[in-house]
């Protein structure tokens, strides 16, 4: 599973947090635990597969954001003791 994590410029509030999850979510169907924060600026999400950086990259600039970066690391998940 890997963690991918969106650097995006623009958003101004919680509304803007959701429309950067719908949009994510609408292109990364198999997206999980997508989250959007608009005091860091970026947003976040799990998935199985590798992510296509142009696809995502055109997804945000549609909606009118600035798409500044997106970076990609291994997730495990960590039990609850663990």
């Not at 991918?4 to 990364?28: L, P, Q, W, Y």
């Not at 999980?32 to 995502?56: C, G, M, N, W």
């Amino acid at each position: 599973m890997n963690k991918v994590t969106v650097k995006i410029e623009g958003m101004m509030c919680g509304m803007c947090e959701a429309h950067i999850c719908d949009t994510i979510r609408r292109a990364f169907p198999d997206a999980k635990k997508v989250k959007a924060s608009r005091t860091r600026k970026e947003a976040s999400f799990l998935t199985d597969e590798p992510v296509d950086a142009a696809k995502l990259e055109k997804a945000i600039t549609d909606t009118g954001y600035t798409f500044l970066s997106v970076g990609s690391e291994a997730y495990k998940k960590r039990g609850l003791f663990g």
